[in-house]
T-cell receptor
């Protein structure tokens, strides 16, 4: 079945540095990828929608300059947290939508395992 | 704006008990509805989905969900839970675009 690989699974960085998280679809072409942020005991908050070859669409309240998203190919999207601060510490999850519909059909998301970011 | 509401944040059941997790959404148009599950240490995966047709849908591991359009609900059910059903369950709604909105999740703990 469809697999999404997310890397790294856990990263610790110093305040002020930038961190890049990769999201790859391993066996399908992901025309659209989504980045979510999950706070403890809360739901997944959609941050942005990433479309291959075009600019990402950010949700209201999400800083575009802080969370840079690049979807350079049909199998790779990256999220860069720039000048990270402790309040950016969170669990970031990517998901991908199979452009060809996939085994489950359109609009079914395949999730990566998530990346836990800790900013000291 | 669309939203998804899950009624219970935590549920504790004994094995063989019946399960029903509530989910309501706010959107007046056509929807695709999903339940995703996250087992401990694993990533989110699809449990079942509703796109159209029979409002009672069956998923993996004996789960089913019923879409009641008049109530804007998509409750998840299982007649007899097992210890291995311990997980977090998320209800999600797609309103025809690419965006999928998630509920806050319900943590189910099944006592052996």
């Amino acid at each position: 079945g469809a697999v999404v690989s997310q890397h790294p699974s856990w990263v610790i960085c110093k305040s002020g540095t930038s961190v890049k998280i990769e999201c790859r679809s391993l066996d399908f072409q992901a025309t659209t990828m989504f980045w979510y942020r999950q706070f403890p005991k809360q739901s997944l908050m959609l941050m942005a929608t990433s479309n291959e070859g075009s600019k990402a669409t950010y949700e209201q309240g999400v800083e575009k300059d802080k969370f840079l998203i690049n979807h350079a190919s049909l199998t790779l999207s990256t999220l860069t947290v720039t000048s990270a601060h402790p309040e950016d510490s969170s669990f970031y999850i990517c998901s991908a939508r199979d452009g060809a519909g996939g085994a489950h059909g359109a609009n079914v998301l395949t999730f990566g395992a998530g990346s836990r970011l800790t900013v000291l | 704006a669309q939203s998804v509401s899950q009624h219970n944040h935590h549920v504790i059941l004994s094995e063989a008990a019946s399960l029903e997790l509530g989910c309501n959404y706010s959107y007046g148009g056509t929807v695709n509805l999903f339940w995703y599950v996250q087992y401990p240490g694993q990533h989110l995966q699809l449990l079942l989905k509703y796109f159209s047709g029979d409002p009672l849908v069956k998923g993996i591991k004996g789960f089913e969900a019923e879409f009641i359009k008049s109530k804007f609900s998509f409750n998840l059910r299982k007649p007899s839970v097992q210890w291995s059903d311990t997980a977090e369950y998320f209800c999600a709604v797609n309103t025809g675009g690419f965006k999928t909105i998630f509920g806050a999740g319900t943590r189910l703990f099944v006592k052996a």
